[in-house]
């Protein structure tokens, strides 16, 4: 069992494009949820997907957006990027989005420029 | 408003000291606490838990509802024990979220 797979594992864009990241939960995992980690800070919670919905969402503007698919696995969009975006982001799953069960991927580290 | 802190950016020991990682947090209702631990070029992983009472690895975290403070302990820091500590909290009311702090990175020196 891989565990989380995120992709790709490191992206360059431009300011104002738009970007897709991708997530597959650890097999048998219902729930993904999403972090943004910017350099010397700790992860911050985007939103969390359960049954292809989001169920909870933090602190973030209307340019973040997700889906989930069929299959459990999630991909977050961001819009229309800024440079203060570039940062590490963070997929994790649970199954039936117990926080303590969270398995977290590796990460996805995205420089905006 | 819902906010951990790790006073500490780095902390320093030798092989065989005692080790603290601070964390306080500021909550107004019951939350859930946790440590998480990221070791070099490994992911992100949780530590333990406070409802747990458990010591894993040696470390052992008690809640203090009246410091509000959730500090990370270990009587003997050992090399491997080197790595990044997050302390993160579950707001109460069923939201499905975490809360992390900046993180405290711990170097054990031989």
């Known amino acids: 069992d891989a565990g989380v797979t995120q992709s790709p594992t490191h992206l360059i864009k431009t300011r104002g494009q738009q970007v897709t990241l991708r997530c597959s939960p650890k097999?048998?995992?219902?729930?993904v949820s999403w972090y943004q980690q910017a350099l010397g800070q700790g992860p911050q919670f985007i939103f969390q997907y359960y049954e292809e919905e989001e169920r909870q969402r933090g602190n973030f503007p209307d340019r973040f957006s997700g889906h989930q698919f069929p299959n459990y696995s999630s991909e977050l969009n961001v819009n229309a990027l800024l440079l203060g975006d570039s940062a590490l982001y963070l997929c994790?799953?649970?199954?039936?989005?117990?926080?303590?069960?969270?398995?977290f991927g590796s990460g996805t580290r995205l420089t905006v420029v | 408003a819902q906010r951990v802190t790790q006073p500490e950016k780095l902390l320093s020991v030798f092989k065989g000291a005692p080790v603290e990682l601070k964390c306080n947090y500021s909550?107004?209702?019951?939350?859930?606490l946790f440590w998480y631990v990221q070791y070099s070029r490994q992911r992100l992983q949780l530590l333990l838990r406070h409802i747990s009472r458990e010591s894993i690895k040696g470390f052992t975290a008690d809640l203090n509802k009246g410091e509000t403070s959730f500090h990370l302990k270990k009587p003997f820091a050992q090399e491997e024990d080197s790595a990044m500590y997050y302390c993160?909290?579950?707001?109460?009311?069923?939201?499905?979220?975490?809360?992390f702090g900046a993180g405290t990175r711990l170097a054990v020196h031989p």
């Open positions: 909550y107004s209702g019951s939350p859930e």
């Open positions: 994790a799953s649970s199954l039936g989005g117990v926080e303590y069960g969270y398995t």
């Open positions: 993160a909290l579950r707001p109460s009311g069923g939201y499905n979220k975490l809360i």
């Open positions: 097999s048998g995992h219902d729930t």
